[in-house]
């Protein structure tokens, strides 16, 4: 089966995607002027990460101390470009690969938002596949530590007191989700509240139908040769709302937020959580007794059918105007660096963007390292569409289909016109 490609990082055999997003919080690293030679101004999606990481970069440079904040990826990324606009935007900032949200490389790179960084010396060794999703015509503009995966993260305490193994297929999820009800524990938590987290299980059965059995969609699609409405992105849907109708979420998704599921699928009140890699940090966060593990979800009866979405996770990026360009560089350098790389990846559960790193992955990402391996992986599916308009018509239609105000049909249709829309 032919599948696209993501590299094989010898050593680990790799959050935001993806979209990986957190609860706010603000961290004063100095009362001092943001605009200091020895202060950095930062702001992150990496929450319950980046704290590590900026301890770290401190310690390695004495006397230079980091002014953070955090927030969720919907607040973020709806703050951001009003933030660059207006010049109050801090030294470095999160941002996402390719062109699929507001805080996207391309969408900050054309308006000149974003520092050129094809000068520092981890630009060259991108691989390929990250390469074309860190860089804005031929310049690379985002430092991309680490590659995600997005599945079915388990609680194996909550699935040994349920008696039920991870299903492989698409009949035995569907008996999964049921056997999971019967027993009182639903089989996954699903915090729709957040309009981001309604991609992740669809992107999840859409890297199988839709890839497998077409791993040039993507390029068809630019081409004009294919659209959603008219596409496998239909039995994908339908696979996520039969799901919804089978049972296998908590009641009332629309009204769960992103916190509130990690809770549910931290303290088995569900059987565990679809989500990218980055939320089993969390979850251990909430029940650090808790073993927690990634595994790929089924959407056809041959497993060897499966393929999980699997790409560059969010990165930093130096705004071109930065107060304090040459601490912003050196920052973004030592997120680049081996041990900033390895910190973000222990933290986060993922993998690192270069190989060589010298870290070894967690046991909880065995599967997805296996998926990388055998090239049965596809990019998270926004990072190659023509705007960031396609992906916020999606989150806002999924959420529309759960209220009950919209339909699949409608919802593709819109896509298809924001995607022909262009960029």
Same mark, same amino acid.
């Given at each position: 089966?032919?599948?696209? *490609?993501?590299? &094989? ?21 100095? @009362? ?5 030679? /020895? ?25 230079? /101390? ?53 000068? =520092?010396?981890?630009?060259? /060794?991108?691989?390929?596949?990250? *390469?074309?999703?860190? $860089? ?16 079915? &993260? ?28 019967? *027993?009182?524990?639903? #089989?996954? #938590?699903?915090?729709? $509240? ?11 059965? %859409? ?42 979420? $908590? ?34 966060? /909430? ?90 992986? %596809? ?11 396609? =992906? ?12 009950? =105000? ?6 593709? @249709? ?10």
């Amino acid at each position: 089966m032919k599948t696209r *490609k993501l590299p &094989v990082l010898v050593a680990a055999l790799t959050a935001g995607s993806l979209l990986a997003a957190c609860s706010g919080g603000t961290k004063a690293g100095s @009362d001092g002027d943001s605009g200091g030679s /020895k202060t950095l101004t930062l702001a992150s999606v990496d929450q319950g990460s980046i704290e590590d990481v900026v301890k770290a970069f401190e310690k390695a440079n004495p006397g230079v /101390k980091v002014r953070y904040t955090t927030s969720g990826a919907d607040q973020y990324q709806q703050q951001i470009r009003t933030q660059l606009s207006s010049g109050t935007a801090p030294d470095v900032m999160s941002v996402w690969p390719g062109n699929g949200n507001p805080g996207a490389t391309y969408v900050l790179a054309k308006p000149g938002y974003l520092r050129d960084l094809s000068d =520092q010396p981890w630009a060259a /060794k991108l691989p390929d596949v990250m *390469k074309t999703v860190a $860089q804005y015509e031929g310049k690379t503009y985002t430092g991309i530590f680490g590659q995600n995966g997005i599945g079915a &993260v388990y609680n194996q305490q909550a699935m040994d007191k349920a008696g039920l193994t991870p299903p492989d297929t698409w009949t035995k999820l569907l008996d999964f989700c049921r056997d999971a009800k019967a *027993k009182g524990t639903p #089989a996954f #938590a699903l915090g729709n $509240q957040d309009n981001w987290v309604t991609q992740l299980v669809l992107y999840a059965l %859409v890297a199988t139908t839709v890839y497998g059995d077409d791993p040039d969609f993507d390029q068809k699609m630019q081409a004009g040769q294919a659209t959603f409405a008219q596409s496998p992105w239909t039995t994908a849907l339908d696979k996520y709302l039969t799901m919804e109708k089978t049972g296998c979420f $908590q009641k009332n998704p629309l009204g769960t937020n992103y916190e509130a599921s990690q809770q549910l699928a931290a303290t088995g009140k569900t059987l565990g959580i679809i989500q990218g890699n980055w939320v089993i940090a969390l979850l251990k966060g /909430k029940n650090p007794k808790g073993t927690f593990t990634l595994r790929a979800l089924p959407a056809t009866d041959d497993p060897a059918e499966t393929i999980i979405p699997a790409a560059a996770g969010a990165g930093y990026g130096v705004n071109v105007k930065a107060k304090n360009e040459e601490l912003a560089l050196k920052f973004v350098n030592f997120v680049m660096s081996p041990e900033g790389m390895n910190l973000f990846a222990k933290k986060q559960g993922g993998l690192p963007s270069l190989p060589d790193t010298g870290y070894a992955a967690d046991p909880s990402l065995a599967e997805l390292s296996e998926f990388v391996e055998a090239e049965r992986t %596809v990019p998270f599916m926004d990072q190659l569409w023509p705007n960031a308009k396609v =992906q916020q018509t999606m989150l806002s239609g999924l959420q529309e289909i759960f209220s009950g =105000q919209s339909t699949p049909k409608e919802l593709l @249709d819109d896509m298809d016109a924001d995607y022909e829309a262009g960029s």
